[in-house]
């Protein structure tokens, strides 16, 4: 053999061994899996990292009531509290993961989750809606003691105020008195969006188990949510959603979901582990999701959280107070108590719950495990014990629930080639496999007779054909690919005489 012949013989063995090594590969791995396999070694290299480091983004939308008939309400003329919902007040949300450190099996990063917040003007109700004026019953008290008869009973001022810095002077005079400790600024907004610490310590990596890609080992350094410690002691696993260990931040979830599998997310600002309830399968951006509502209609509270300081919940509802600034009286439900037991309209007019507007949900993309969408609502509500030995002002609001405030958190669009990448791995992914396979085959058998071809001074395929024949049984050979010709039965013959010469 000449050189170029040895270089070129060499070259189509190579071409054909890889090509053979893949297609076995190919056999053994189901592409998706090599796929989820890379995306749960979580590299910092990869493409969607940008997307998750700076995540949770998104709007927070909030929205207060304002109560339009508080002077018949009070006089007793009126037996209903009229309600009128102020909102969207919007904000944009842009969060933040910092990695502090990672192994193969486990990441450790710190979440700001309102690290960057900014008044939307032009996607709220009203550009200068935060200078609107609003009356609202007077939560924090009502819902401190019922004690306090110099209190004004209702109270009005802005939306901002409300909103973010509810303080009363006599709320620091009659702290003392109060079963829990009063700071000074009660706004819903300015708590909630009060950053809390919140280090988590997730799984990642093949070795891990892809189903445990981002469950979470610890939070702050322990499996217990800190506010529910006291909790931990006094009530099982079982009975009270403390514990996250194996729950998820809500960012990133294990690939290949089924309906079936059991999915927490950790809820900081309630300070619990909130089960993800699948609901339907749901079409979004061209992709198949799974719903999942994070609180169902009707839904038992856990049995640590049915009660708020003596006062039985309704169903649909869960007690917050240990969570909330003040240890305040404080229940979370749906926006417009959707869903709940609670019988509204005994105590209220205007609200329109419903399912469209008011019930919390995550679009779940299954097979990479990423969220696409999600609107994260909660209502915060102060329930008020029976008040019938107290006074008659104080009494019409017995038994009553008193919404603060409600928010939405709608997750922003993913940027467009997270989406384009997801729809390959959905879409395209599972179709390449077998075409890749048959090509590879080709490619392999192809190589294999050029190595031949080569080998004997670039024969050509019918040289090739007749040596080959020529050396071995005929008639077989001949028969299947010149069936009719008895000419070139005669002829192959003869070459195969010469060859084996
Ligand atoms: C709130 O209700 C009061 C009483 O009806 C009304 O005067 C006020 O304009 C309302 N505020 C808004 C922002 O609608
Ligand atoms: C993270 O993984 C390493 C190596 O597997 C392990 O030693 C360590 O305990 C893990 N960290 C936590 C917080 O579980
Ligand atoms: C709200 O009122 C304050 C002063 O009371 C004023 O400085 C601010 O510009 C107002 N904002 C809007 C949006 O009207
Ligand atoms: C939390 O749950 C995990 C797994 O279910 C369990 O191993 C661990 O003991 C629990 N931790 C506490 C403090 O209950
Ligand atoms: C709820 O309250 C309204 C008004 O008091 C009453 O008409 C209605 O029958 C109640 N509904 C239920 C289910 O109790
Ligand atoms: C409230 O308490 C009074 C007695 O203090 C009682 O008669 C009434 O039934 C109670 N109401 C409710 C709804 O529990």
Known sequence: MKPGQKLRVALYVFLGLTSLYLFVLSCIWDYRVVVAREHVRFRQE??????????PFGKLKSYLFNVTNAAEFESGRDKRLKVDQIGPITYKIVGYNDILSRTENNVTYRNNR????????????????????????????LGAATKFKFEDLFITGSVYYFLWEFTRPSLQLVSNLLPFALSSNCGPLHNALKDKEEVYTVNIGPDQGIDNFFRIETLNGQQVIKEQLPRSEEWSNDACPYNVSGAHDNSLFPPFLQPETPLNVVAIESCRVLPLIYQRPERYAGLDTYRYLLLQPGQEPPKCMDTTYGIKLHKGMFDVSKCVINDAPSAFSAPHFYGSSYNWSEHYEGYNPNAEEHEPF????????????????FQ???PMPNLSSYSR???????????????????????????RLMWINVKVLPHVQAPCMALLLLLALWSALKVIRV?????GYVDLYRKICGRGTTNACLETVFPTTD???TQCGQVSDEAVK
């Open 46 to 55: 990869m493409p969607t990292m940008d997307s998750w480091v700076n995540s």
């Open 114 to 141: 309102y690290r960057y917040v900014e008044f939307l003007p032009e996607e709220s109700v009203a550009s200068d809606v935060l200078n609107w004026t609003i009356t609202s019953p007077n939560n924090v008290l």
């Open 362 to 377: 995550i679009l779940m993309e299954p097979t990479t495990g990423i969220p696409v969408n999600e609107k994260y609502r």
């Open 380 to 382: 915060s509500n102060i």
């Open 455 to 459: 080998a004997w001074g670039d024969l």
């Open 487 to 489: 000419r070139h039965l």
């Open 393 to 419: 002002r104080l009494k019409s609001f017995s038994n009553m629930l008193l919404p603060t405030f409600w928010y939405e958190f709608e997750m922003g669009e993913l940027p467009d080639f997270v989406l």
